[in-house]
């Protein structure tokens, strides 16, 4: 079973500056990680994932995010937010391997608060 | 563009009553999976699909809670009897999963499901 960890459920920051969201993750098989994004009432959105080969992933919008290993973590980054980022953040997990779980395993969500 | 298209996007309806939620998938794609997102339960996961063969419903309330595929154009999500507890906003997403590979979710825009 997996679990993933959001620590931030808030995360207030003003326009331009850059921002980092937190995800933790605990899995006892390898994982594919992924962050959604999901504006008011509308359904989510693929930010960026991890598969496999190089740690640091680039995504839409100007965000990436870097899968280390050793700490168990994929943070999500942005160098300079925008009013438009104003949204919650999901960071989800899901089973690699040929009869690995393909469903999601979600965070709690992290809501991201850009102020003028 | 492709989409995931649900229907209806929202539900007002009297505790007892049945309620159906309509998924139609991304023509091509082999997964369906059924998400239900709450505030204090967040996302998390009801069902999921491969080749229209229901893999896992571990999450879904079985006596009331029943996910079919009738074909390969559509996913429902069935609840009978409806009660309060089951207000929530539900998500179909979809996606195409080769071999050990795993590929982007894709999600609908949900129903928002009130039970009075």
């Known amino acids: 079973a997996q679990s993933v960890t959001q620590l931030d459920s808030q995360v207030p920051v003003f326009e331009e500056a850059p921002v980092e969201l937190r995800c933790n993750y605990s899995?006892?098989?390898?994982?594919?990680l992924f962050w959604y994004v999901q504006y008011p009432n509308q359904g989510l959105q693929l930010l960026l994932k991890y598969l496999s080969g190089s740690t640091l992933v680039k995504g839409i919008n100007g965000f990436e995010a870097e899968f280390n290993k050793s700490q168990t973590s994929f943070h999500l980054r942005k160098p300079s937010v925008h009013i438009s980022d104003t949204a919650e953040y999901f960071c989800?997990?899901?089973?690699?391997?040929?009869?690995?779980?393909?469903?999601?395993?979600f965070g709690s969500g992290t809501r991201l608060q850009v102020q003028p | 563009d492709a989409r995931v298209t649900q229907t209806p996007r929202h539900k007002v309806t009297e505790m007892g009553q049945e309620v159906t939620m309509r998924c139609q998938p991304i023509l091509g794609h082999n997964t369906v999976f059924w998400y239900r997102q709450t505030m204090m339960q967040g996302l998390e996961l009801l069902a999921y699909f491969r080749n229209r063969a229901p893999l896992d419903d571990s999450g879904m309330p079985k006596d009331r809670f029943s996910a079919e595929m009738p074909d390969a154009t559509l996913a429902t999500l069935k609840i009978q009897p409806s009660e309060p507890r089951d207000s929530a906003v539900y998500f179909c997403?979809?996606?195409?999963?080769?071999?050990?590979?795993?590929?982007?979710?894709?999600f609908g825009p949900g129903t928002r499901l009130t039970v009075l």
């Open positions: 899995s006892s098989v390898s994982v594919y």
């Open positions: 989800a997990v899901s089973e690699v391997g040929g009869t690995g779980r393909r469903a999601l395993t």
């Open positions: 997403a979809s996606g195409l999963v080769l071999g050990r590979g795993t590929d982007t979710q894709y």
